[in-house]
């Protein structure tokens, strides 16, 4: 594009001028982090001072910059100078800019480049490519830029040159301009105070919750006064501060270009919010933060080895405020025996397996907060490490509690058998730390208590522990405890709950259907009533899955009941596995379809064997024609002329009077409705019934399934197979194209 006003003193910019004021990158303003390098396809670069600016603080916003490879494409013929362009966020106009080596100038400025009728940010190049200058970034950035991924949440510079002119400097109007450029300089906008944590690898993770206990805690500061002493003080108390990589420690102060990098060590105090206030050089910020009170509690405190622990972890939350995934670590050895995620205050009930080869004794347990339960422990952003204030005594002979399931449907229950209690003893049993039901009695012979503990229907899906605790005090109080995980209670789906006739096939979805030792999902058995297994649907791993079952020709019309037996088989009477054991469905059956009536065979008059006094030639007597027994009339269809209308599906039937024809379709094909399901003739319409009238040929409206929907809409044209049938004649069918 072309200018409207022109550049007419290009000697105002002079490489030696540009090189003598390289030292503008050290001034307060414009350096509070690394300097950022964009380099473009050409080769031409540009170098910003900074990479990092304040967010709303508009008084440290003035960024400089040095270029060098931006030559015009017509050298040597002096035909005006290549112009180089920046904006914000491909936005046009910047607060101020300028030359370096020129003061703040006003709108009729030359080095002003007016394109398109705004104002923009442009600058002439020398002719041997170098360019620089300045820019003072918009006020009150805000700290969440524009960028998207793989730069969400940055700012940037646009870089462009190529395709502008310097009107005026010559009369023949031919441009000199450079290769095209166009790109982002990626800048990420930050606080002039920033907390966190910085691990042993120098990686800075920002926050402000931390341990109420003493800690180390970094922070970083941009934008403040050059070669100042900070001082800092949390609510009032002087907080020791050194400059974090200095070697040895200094006391805090901020670099000739007024950044800090600290690291505080935090006084002991109450849990609760704080103020962090720093003052350097006249300046005085302040950022609040939050510290937790962390405990870890051993509930169990003695268990045979191979059985399980719980610990109750409290106040483990990570640097930026969320919960934190809590390893228990066994000692000796450093073995992870546990892990699990903590609430939003840090809380959880964390429990862990003894190994089944630990040798009995006391041992030590501590509980490591982190972002991983990955030997090793990965303890950012902020290392949490709390040593139980109980120890855990392994014995061969301590109490404990079983389960043969790891899982139990939400609303079901779990089987658990539990030993060690004394005899006649009174055990609450916990789910999560609430009791559940009323206390069990240990038996009097051994001390063992056997339930189905109940998993109320509201029980959040996923990881529980149920605990046993001694209720009375007939004995020491022993606490037990079990993992186990709650699981979508199963569910069964007809695809229709139409009635059907003898000898249909009914497509069925069921859902929920897990092992219950956690393996995978269970096997399913299908049968109709009390009958034997007819089918068999092997669940996925989130236990859901899709069959289909014929019912029986010869099924007596009325209701029956479809029934889903879960296990690790599909033998009858092998349905052993929880937390799903059967499921019913209800189906109501028209019709057994039969073989048409046979014609019935005549009695055979009796034979006549004539008297001596008779006719010895008598006329011999006709054989009676029989009469058929009468049968319903099948419908046959008339010119099969079906059509699809949005969602609807026409069909011309012609039947006998009064006879009620049963309609319905499906695929004329086994076809897959989605790669991991298996091939199945899908029903593509409701069934209907209707009655036709005496020399009616009635028109049969039928409403596409979804599936009916999906296929025909995806595949234009669907192959189907029509079924009609009538109570007590034989179904007939009739195959067609269907057509979007």
């Known amino acids: 594009m072309t200018p409207r006003t022109g550049i007419s003193r290009a000697r105002g910019l002079r490489t030696a001028a540009l090189l003598a004021t390289a030292a503008a990158f050290a001034s307060p303003a414009s350096a509070h982090a690394a300097p950022l390098t964009y380099t473009a396809p050409s080769g031409a670069s540009v170098t910003f001072s900074t990479g990092t600016v304040v967010a709303g603080e508009p008084s440290t916003q003035r960024v400089t910059f040095t270029g060098t490879g931006f030559v015009g494409t017509n050298p040597g013929v002096g035909k005006g100078l290549p112009v180089f362009v920046l904006k914000w966020n491909d936005n046009d106009v910047f607060r101020d800019w300028g030359p370096l080596a020129g003061g703040v100038p006003d709108e009729n400025d030359a080095n002003r480049f007016q394109i398109e009728e705004e104002l923009v940010a442009a600058f002439p190049a020398e002719a041997d490519g170098d360019v620089s200058g300045w820019v003072d970034l918009p006020l009150n950035i805000p700290k969440a830029g524009p960028g998207e991924a793989p730069n969400a949440g940055q700012h940037w510079f646009r870089v462009l040159s190529g395709a502008f002119s310097t009107e005026g400097v010559n009369t023949s109007g031919t441009l000199n301009t450079t290769v095209p450029i166009t790109g982002k300089a990626w800048v990420t906008a930050s606080d002039a105070l920033t907390l966190g944590f910085t691990n042993a690898e120098g990686t800075f993770y920002p926050g402000t919750t931390f341990p109420a206990t003493p800690g180390t805690v970094t922070a970083k500061g941009l934008g403040w006064g050059p070669s100042a002493s900070v001082a800092v003080a949390l609510d009032g108390t002087p907080v020791t501060a050194k400059n974090l990589g200095s070697s040895p420690l200094t006391d805090l102060s901020t670099s000739a270009s007024g950044d800090f990098t600290a690291a505080l060590t935090l006084p002991p105090g109450s849990p609760g919010g704080k103020t962090l206030q720093f003052t350097a050089g006249g300046v005085s910020r302040s950022t609040a933060l939050n510290r937790v009170a962390q405990s870890a509690t051993l509930l169990t405190p003695s268990v045979r080895p191979g059985n399980t622990i719980a610990v109750r972890a409290d106040g483990f939350v990570g640097i930026a405020g969320a919960g934190q995934r809590v ?88 089987p658990i058998t539990g030993e060690g209690f004394a005899s006649g003893e009174s055990v609450m049993v916990r789910l999560d730390g609430v009791a559940v039901g009323t206390p069990l009695t240990a038996a009097a012979a051994d001390g063992r208590v056997i339930a189905n503990v109940a998993v109320a229907s509201g029980t959040a899906l996923g990881d529980h522990v149920l605990t046993l605790v001694s209720a009375s005090a007939v004995s020491p109080t022993p606490t037990v405890a079990l993992a186990f995980e709650a699981v979508v209670a199963a569910k069964v789906t ?12 009914v497509s069925f979805t069921v859902a929920g259907f897990l092992r219950g030792d956690g393996t995978a999902g269970q096997k399913v058995g299908v049968k109709v009533d009390a009958g034997a297994i007819v089918e068999c649907v092997q669940a996925d791993a989130s236990g859901a899955g899709t069959g289909t079952i014929t019912i029986p020709v010869g099924t007596t019309a009325g209701e029956h009941t479809l029934r889903f037996l879960a296990g690790s088989s599909c033998v009858s009477g092998a349905q052993n596995d929880l937390p799903s054991r059967s499921l019913a469905a209800p189906i109501q059956v028209l019709t057994a379809p039969v073989n048409p009536t046979p014609t019935p065979t005549p009695t055979p008059e009796p034979t006549i064997v004539p008297s001596p006094t008779t006719d010895p030639n008598p006329t011999p007597k006709p054989t009676p024609t029989p009469i058929p027994t009468p049968k319903p009339v099948a419908p046959t269809p008339t010119k099969l002329r079906a059509t699809a209308k949005g969602t609807s599906v026409r069909l011309a039937l012609a039947a006998g009077a009064g006879v009620k024809v049963k309609v319905s379709a499906s695929t004329a094909s086994k076809i897959k409705l989605t790669a991991r399901s298996k091939a199945k003739r899908v029903t593509v319409v409701k069934a209907k019934t209707v009655t036709a009238s005496q020399g009616e040929s009635p028109t049969v409206v039928l409403k596409l399934t979804a599936d009916g929907r999906r296929l025909l809409k995806a595949r234009r044209t669907l192959k189907i197979v029509v079924t009609i049938a009538v109570p007590g004649g034989t179904p007939t069918t009739t195959a067609f194209t269907l057509r979007a």
């Open 327 to 414: 390893g228990l670590v066994l000692q000796p050895g450093d073995k992870l025996i546990g892990c699990g995620q903590t609430d939003a205050t840090g809380g959880a009930l964390i429990t862990g397996t003894v190994p089944a080869d630990e040798s009995a004794g006391t041992k030590s347990v501590f509980v490591a907060g982190g972002t991983a339960c990955v030997p090793p422990l990965v303890t950012d952003p902020m290392p949490r490490l709390v040593a139980l204030s109980n120890a855990l005594v392994v014995n061969a002979t301590a109490p404990f509690v079983a389960s043969p399931f790891t899982r139990a449907s939400v609303g079901g229950t779990l």
């Open 494 to 505: 007809l695809a229709s709950s139409e009635p059907v006739p003898a000898g249909t096939v």
